[in-house]
């Protein structure tokens, strides 16, 4: 499928793209090569909104699953997601672009909170905006974060860059049958429970008509080539 010309975009990474090859945390090598990614699909003219999960540090159902409370744990999930907006604007900056991090939970003294018409002016002046800590509240995920944004910020679509190259009828770590969408509908996505999105993010961009463009980010170049109309991906719109 063509992808449309897009404007702007707000391109969702998973925290486990951060690691690299490592089992944890925060390969800064490999960051750098993500944010070298990002800046020469900006050099096309795109305009820029980041969201980054946290899953590379710490998730809340994790914490939940060890015996934590899982509200509280699910913040120690949101200031992970803080760890890898400060790293990832480290790298956009070491290459020369002007970015601001913006929080949904206040920290006056490391970013900017998040002001939608701020972000405006920021996009506006050529900065990428990184948009941290999801929501703001437990109980949610980055890429409920994610659409949120997107549709606050009026973004064409929402690019998820993981690990995966689409989404797929079956696990395709554990089915060698599982067959890859090109493009699929919002409703298929929520009523067979495929792996996307969770099922509030995937809503949100559904009455919103925010097309979910999945891909991988793991593959040098693959940013570009699907904005290009050359990668592989799958299209989730109606
Ligand atoms: N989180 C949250 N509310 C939000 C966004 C994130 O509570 O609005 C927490 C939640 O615990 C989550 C963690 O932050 O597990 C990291 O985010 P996520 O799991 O979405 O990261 P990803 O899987 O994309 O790396």
Do not use: W
């Not at 949101?78 to 480290?90: F, G, P, W």
């Not at 961009?205 to 991988?216: A, G, L, T």
Request: proline letters at 2%; aromatic letters at 6%.
């Amino acid at each position: 499928m063509a992808l449309p010309q897009f404007k702007r975009i707000l391109l969702k990474l998973s925290g486990e793209v951060l690691m690299g090859e490592q089992q944890f945390g925060i390969d800064t090598a490999y960051v750098d090569r993500l944010a070298a990614e990002v800046v020469a699909v900006k050099q096309t003219g795109l305009e820029i909104c980041l969201v980054i999960g946290g899953g590379n540090i710490f998730r809340g159902m994790a914490g939940a699953a060890s015996g934590m409370d899982r509200a509280q744990a699910d913040y120690m999930g949101m200031l992970a997601t803080v760890m890898n907006a400060l790293a990832m604007q480290s790298s956009l900056e070491k290459l020369g672009v002007a970015t601001r991090v913006q929080s949904a939970v206040q920290m006056d003294t490391v970013c900017e909170p998040v002001i939608r018409r701020r972000a405006e002016r920021h996009l506006a002046k050529g900065r990428i905006v990184i948009f941290a800590a999801g929501v703001g509240s437990p109980y949610f995920t980055t890429d409920s974060g994610a659409a949120l944004r997107a549709a606050e910020m009026k973004c064409d679509a929402l690019f998820k860059g993981t690990s995966v190259d689409g989404v797929y009828d079956a696990d395709p770590k554990h089915d060698s049958n599982a067959k890859r969408y090109d493009v699929v509908d919002y409703d298929t996505v929520l009523a067979e429970n495929l792996k996307v999105m969770d099922a509030s993010a995937v809503a949100l961009c559904r009455d919103n008509s925010i097309p979910i463009i999945v891909f991988s980010i793991r593959e040098e170049g693959n940013l570009a080539r699907v904005l290009e109309g050359n990668g592989v991906q799958t299209v989730v719109c109606d």
